[in-house]
């Protein structure tokens, strides 16, 4: 429901983008392919030699068909779908990349070459974060849920821990992109849109009127961005008490900490 022509033409460049000495030997290969089929025929002219396909030959051809198939699933509907990222071409293109360039590199020369090219590549444009471990902070957050008696509002973080102690998830992983799907039209267009958006604004109003109650014991926010709700709404009934230094992938994720005010 997602779906968006902007995140499938950004995923498209990021396939490119990671994948291009890959692709190149794919091309490479497949252009030698072609050279050695019309030498076959040229060498044995009006003969089936040229035209009879190896064991090599097929398993080159079905795993390009395979390739394009992948290509096409994350272009046109996977890779559509907002916050997957690189996962899909990750899991699905990137293994038959390497298989396909594994067979292109036929000769020695061929693979020392590429072997070169992806020294100077990973050296060049891999870039792996350092990241502090989250552990500590994680363990923390897991520690106060748990031991919390009332109703809590926490980030997509904390999904698993909600979960372990049977506690109601509001927002995840997976509903924190859903915001694409009502753009362009998409709440007159689907009526499963229209239905997620009614349910979402009902989420809402819910949280606000607890926000508004004091019910909440804690709620936890990403910076001073809580969920369901806006910061100065939040400040009228609740204060932040302190902040858990907590690290993502992205980097720096401070989740602060309010409780009600007294």
Not at 73 to 91: I, P, Q, S
Not at 219 to 239: A, G, I
Request: aromatic fraction near 14%; charge should be positive; proline fraction near 5%.
């Amino acid at each position: 429901m997602n779906s968006s022509d902007e995140i499938s033409g950004m995923h498209t460049a990021m396939l490119a983008d990671r994948a291009w000495p890959f692709l190149l030997m794919i091309f490479f290969g497949l252009g030698a392919w072609f050279w050695r089929r019309w030498r076959l025929r040229r060498m044995a002219p009006g003969t089936a030699v040229g035209r009879r396909l190896t064991p090599e030959d097929a398993r080159i051809l079905w795993l390009g068909v395979a390739l394009w198939i992948f290509t096409a699933l994350v272009y046109f509907y996977m890779g559509r779908k907002t916050g997957a990222f690189f996962t899909y071409h990750l899991h699905l293109i990137m293994p038959l990349l390497f298989v396909l360039a594994a067979y292109a590199a036929t000769q020695p020369w061929a693979r020392m070459g590429f072997g070169v090219l992806l020294a100077v590549f990973v050296c060049w444009r891999m870039d792996v974060p350092s990241v502090p471990d989250s552990a500590v902070p994680y363990r923390k957050m897991e520690q106060m849920i748990g031991s919390a008696k009332g109703d809590v509002l926490v980030i997509a973080s904390s999904t698993d821990i909600l979960e372990r102690n049977q506690r109601r998830v509001l927002h995840n992983g997976n509903t924190m992109f859903l915001g694409s799907a009502f753009a362009d039209g998409g709440i007159e267009r689907d009526p499963m849109i229209a239905w997620l958006a009614k349910s979402l604004e009902q989420t809402e109003v819910e949280v606000r009127r607890k926000i508004a109650a004091k019910e909440y014991e804690f709620v936890y926010s990403e910076f001073d961005l809580p969920y369901f709700c806006d910061t100065e709404t939040l400040k009228q009934t609740y204060v932040q008490t302190e902040q858990i230094d907590y690290y993502t992938y992205f980097g720096h994720s401070p989740v602060r900490v309010w409780r009600p005010k007294r």
